[in-house]
Nanobody
């Protein structure tokens, strides 16, 4: 199974920015969509953003649209999440995910079958 390792989380004040990175262990992931999900304390994991296998298409949750940007570098098999204008409600553990089917981009947890260990993002007010 593909191993995904996230980095870049931390503590930031409201209005600040963070950039998350996710490195994959296998080059085959370049044919799969990648996504970011998050889980806040006491809440279910929710979709944040997804990017198609070639980077041509991106999708965002309504709560992150206009503030977050997902991108990927297939040469490095890495996906990024640039988070701007952060709000306290963005506080969560952020998970990177690899798509289940090649060349298909989904927005549900069941569309992804490789998961990272998560990285904590805390936004103070």
């Amino acid at each position: 199974q593909v191993r995904l390792v996230e980095s870049g989380g931390g503590l930031v004040q409201a209005g600040g920015s963070l950039r998350l990175s996710c490195a994959a262990s296998e080059r085959t992931l370049s044919s799969y969509a990648m996504g970011w999900f998050r889980q806040a304390p006491g809440k279910e994991r929710e979709f944040v953003a997804a990017i198609s296998w070639n980077g041509d298409n991106t999708y965002y949750a309504d709560s992150t649209k206009g503030r977050f940007t997902i991108s990927r570098d297939n040469a490095e098999i890495t996906v990024y999440l640039q988070m701007n204008s952060l709000k306290p409600e963005d506080t969560a553990v952020y998970y990177c995910a690899g798509g289940r089917l090649p060349f298909y981009t989904g927005r549900h947890e069941t569309d992804f079958d490789s998961w990272g260990q998560g990285t904590q993002v805390t936004v103070s007010s």
